[in-house]
């Protein structure tokens, strides 16, 4: 009964690749599948169905959804106000002072999406936004379809390990369930790990892991950028000849460059730090864009409704998938699908590095048919407990995981991002000439998976708080109150104790 559960998964993946249906029907349209067929094999009991509505409601609790809200408004206010141009051309001015003209255009683009990506929400959120900012622009400039494509794509990437975006939120929460079921997990099955005093991590800790790879990986974009731009020559590489004087900054453009990211780094860093929880920076983000668009004179009642429109409807699909993959996951393990998959990583056990590249492997598949939130609801409840009973250190795990998404979603010729940045060019380019002007940004990136694997240390730096504490057990009714206190980044952590494998 257990390979059921596993034909329902792959039964939903082959809809999704193939129908071009709504995510949360299919999952839904299976799990009613799964559940009737369930009943009719007596595989499992109709008590277990019965307890769906209370996890449905326990999750829609969680104060993080408050923060997916606030996310959506954030990202469709961006969507219509003419913020993001005025960003963009401001750094394009800056940048050429201190790169020159010639790399300056994209440059800028990047800058962008790293400065509006993790307040946008999501992938495809923050592509839209680039198409219509830099990607217009350099269109206008001559910029090849090629190279326009393959820098949105990789610029809306960003968000997913740059904090505090919305990505790297929900998937710090679907880590810390994990993270407790798979230290139950390891107790139930004498796994080693389970003896270890090992602490259970939080959305903060997620959020300090990535930070440091992912200022590597920018930094190492932005290199590439620089270089690739300087081996254009004008008129062979597409581009118009640019001004050899750089132009001057308006005062709206002064105060844009000097105010906006002033604001956004300052959320950033309080997030990262745990000062200021997400749900209240997206609060503070969401009134200082409504205060700005309303002095500016651009949020008109007939905008103000766009925006809400916008919101509502990003709010109604990721409330909905949530919902489907609470549904499809209860059904799952009503087939004991957990359990099979818990077997199989058990038979690794003295080998965490390759049980890890096996569940890499599996997300980096994933990545090309769902996208981010579909994989944090429905994969990652699913590989990342029985893995997190093999290995002690689940940031470093949840770090890994952003950066083999952020390769998935880029990767030719099916990654999301850049079928979707392909979508948004005219003409379409061809496929071979996105990937080559891909290919170096991917060599980066796979670059710092590489590092990022072989020294777990590049995820610790900046960490507040240390990897194991004291040997703790975890059973039964305490699970729930565990989750809700350590959902919370700034409850002050247990003090450590002297143990020779804190870091």
């Known amino acids: 009964m257990n390979a059921i559960g596993l034909l329902l998964l792959v039964l939903a993946l082959v809809l999704m690749m193939t129908t071009g249906w709504a995510t949360y029907a299919v999952l839904l349209g299976v799990s009613t599948l799964g559940a009737v067929a369930g009943l009719a094999l007596g595989a499992f009991d109709g008590a277990v169905l019965r307890s769906l509505p209370e996890r449905v409601v326990g999750l829609l609790e969680h104060d993080l959804l408050q923060a997916l809200v606030l996310y959506a408004v954030v990202g469709a206010l961006l969507n219509h106000l003419a913020l993001v141009n005025g960003l963009y051309s401001g750094l394009r001015k800056l940048l050429a002072r201190v790169v020159g003209q010639r790399a300056a255009p994209d440059m800028a683009g990047l800058g962008v999406g790293m400065l509006m990506a993790p307040m946008n929400g999501s992938v495809g959120a923050s592509l839209v936004t ?135 780094v300052a959320l950033l860093a309080l997030v990262t730090t745990g000062r200021v929880r997400a749900v209240e920076a997206a609060a503070t983000a969401g009134v200082l864009l409504l205060v700005w668009g309303v002095t500016s004179r651009q949020l008109t009642l007939r905008r103000l409704a766009q925006v809400l429109d916008d919101a ?27 359990v099979l998959v ?40 699913i590989v990342m407990p029985p893995l997190l009973a093999l290995v002690d250190d689940a940031a470093w ?86 989750m809700r206190e350590m959902s919370q980044p700034e409850a002050p952590a247990p003090a450590p104790a002297a143990s020779p494998t804190a870091p």
């Open 130 to 264: 680039l198409s219509h900012t830099a990607g217009q622009a350099w269109a206008h400039e001559g910029m090849p379809p090629a190279r326009r494509t393959a820098l949105v794509a990789v610029a809306s990437t960003l968000g997913i390990i740059v904090p505090p975006s919305l990505v790297l939120l929900l998937l710090g929460d679907a880590m810390l369930r994990a993270h407790t079921e798979g230290l139950t997990l390891a107790t139930q099955l004498g796994l080693a790990s389970a003896r270890a005093g090992t602490r259970i991590i939080n959305t903060q800790d997620v959020l300090q892991a990535a930070l440091a790879p992912g200022a590597l990986l920018l930094v190492l974009w932005m290199g590439v950028t620089w270089w690739l731009a300087q081996r254009r020559t004008g008129g062979t590489a597409g581009h118009r000849a640019a001004s050899p004087t750089p132009l001057a900054l308006t005062p709206s453009e002064r105060w844009t460059l000097g105010v906006v990211p002033t604001l956004i």
């Open 397 to 482: 795990v949840a770090a890994l995981t952003l950066l083999v998404l952020q390769a998935g979603f880029l990767l030719p010729p099916l990654g999301y991002a850049l079928v979707l940045s392909r979508a948004q060019v005219a003409p379409r380019p061809a496929m071979g000439a996105v990937a080559r002007a891909l290919a170096p940004y991917l060599l980066c990136l796979a670059g710092v998976i590489a590092l990022v694997m072989a020294v777990p240390a590049t995820t610790q730096w900046l960490r507040s708080t240390p990897a194991t504490l004291p040997e703790m057990s975890i059973q039964g009714d305490d699970l729930d109150a565990l």
């Open 342 to 381: 818990a077997e199989w990583m058990r038979a690794l056990q003295g080998q965490p590095l390759l049980a890890m590249g096996v569940v890499l492997a599996v997300l980096l598949g994933s990545a090309f048919v769902l996208d981010a939130f579909e994989l944090i609801f429905l994969i990652i409840p």
């Open 312 to 338: 509502m409807a990003l709010t109604g699909a990721l409330f909905a998938l949530l919902v489907a993959a609470v549904t499809f996951s209860l059904v799952l393990r009503a087939y004991g699908t957990d």
